[in-house]
């Protein structure tokens, strides 16, 4: 009678040990959703410095008339009257 206790029991510790382990919300979810939060809170993060840099950049434009100039013109192509515009050969 004994014996078939300690086999009920040593069965339950058993199968317990899986679920906790394997089972839903068990050790590997764990493990894998605390990768993933690390990866959100990286990308999070990174997101966070483009916006300031790009807060900056909107403030700098807004302010700075000679900043904006030279954004209009790297993005249109666009020079000034009497400069000289010099076109190089990349393949060369």
């Known amino acids: 009678m004994k014996v078939i206790y300690v086999v009920i029991f040593l069965g339950l510790i058993f199968l317990s040990t899986y679920f906790i382990i394997f089972g839903k919300n068990g050790y590997l979810d764990l493990c894998r959703l605390k990768e993933e939060r690390a990866m959100i809170l990286k990308k999070n993060q990174e997101i966070q410095r483009e916006n300031r ?6 403030k700098r434009i807004k302010s700075d008339p000679t900043y904006l100039e030279e954004i209009i013109r790297e993005k249109m192509g ?3 009257e009497g400069e ?3 076109v190089l050969d990349e393949n060369k």
């Open 53 to 58: 840099i790009l807060a900056h950049r909107i």
């Open 78 to 80: 666009l020079v000034k």
């Open 84 to 86: 000289v515009v010099f």
